[in-house]
């Protein structure tokens, strides 16, 4: 079964950075791009970057941009997320998600799909 | 820029056909997909590019998509339908959720 595992959350005070891991398994990691969706508790989904297969274009949410790196290295089959400069409105669930086959990216534009295998999450909780 | 726009709440009998809304400026011309959250769980896509399935998913899961509105439905609803149901597009290389529809089951 085509898995998706996400760890790296935590407590982390307003300012701080913090750094977020998915690994995959079960599928050709390195042909597919990858997102990372937020959600705040009880609230409503929040996209917030992507990376094509190779990572060689990334994409971001204007909320994140400029504070957050995706990244991924496809020989360990893992996607990252780097948080910086974390405010207290960056407190959510994270989830990585696989998208589909037919996402593509030309030039600084990114035609994604549907997100088909989502991580079970993890939380991230900005504090004082 | 570009907002997509649920319902909050549908609520519908069981065997029932419950219809969610995901209203956007011309979002027959986008493709649409379909996610289905249960509490404490992560979301599944249970449509995508407007009407497919994918593997797993009910045939009573269905979708629709044209004008300024696209659908999801399900028919013969059971109570384990009830959950949060989220549409998603993209529009400028950004990707974006709709607010989200609670489905209860009465």
């Known amino acids: 079964e085509v898995q998706l595992l996400e760890s790296g959350g935590g407590l982390v005070q307003p300012g701080g950075s913090l750094r977020l891991s998915c690994e995959a398994s079960?599928?050709?990691?390195?042909?597919?791009?990858m997102s990372w969706v937020r959600q705040t508790p009880g609230k409503g989904l929040e996209w917030v970057s992507a990376?094509?297969?190779?990572?060689?274009?990334?994409f971001y949410a204007d909320s994140v941009k400029g504070r957050f790196t995706i990244s991924r290295d496809n020989s360990k089959n893992t996607l990252y997320l780097q948080l910086s400069t974390l405010r207290v409105d960056d407190t959510a669930i994270y989830y990585c998600a696989k998208d589909s086959p037919r996402a593509f990216y030309s030039g600084s534009a990114y035609y994604g799909g549907a997100f088909d295998v989502w991580g079970r999450g993890t939380m991230v909780a900005v504090s004082s | 820029s570009y907002v997509l726009t649920q319902p909050p709440s549908v609520s519908v009998a069981p065997g029932q056909t419950a219809r969610i809304t995901c209203g956007g400026d011309?979002?027959?011309?986008?493709?649409v997909h379909w996610y289905q959250q249960k509490p404490g769980q992560a979301p599944v896509l249970v449509v995508f590019?407007?009407?497919a399935r994918p593997s797993g998913i009910p045939a009573r899961f269905s979708g629709s998509n044209s004008g300024d509105a696209a659908t999801l439905a399900i028919s013969r609803v059971e109570a384990g339908d009830e959950a949060d149901y989220y549409c998603h597009v993209w529009e400028s290389s950004t990707g974006l959720f709709g607010g989200g529809t609670r489905l209860t089951v009465l």
């Open positions: 590019d407007d009407s």
């Open positions: 079960r599928f050709a990691f390195s042909n597919f791009a």
């Open positions: 011309n979002i027959g011309s986008k493709s």
């Open positions: 990376i094509s297969g190779g990572g060689s274009a990334t």
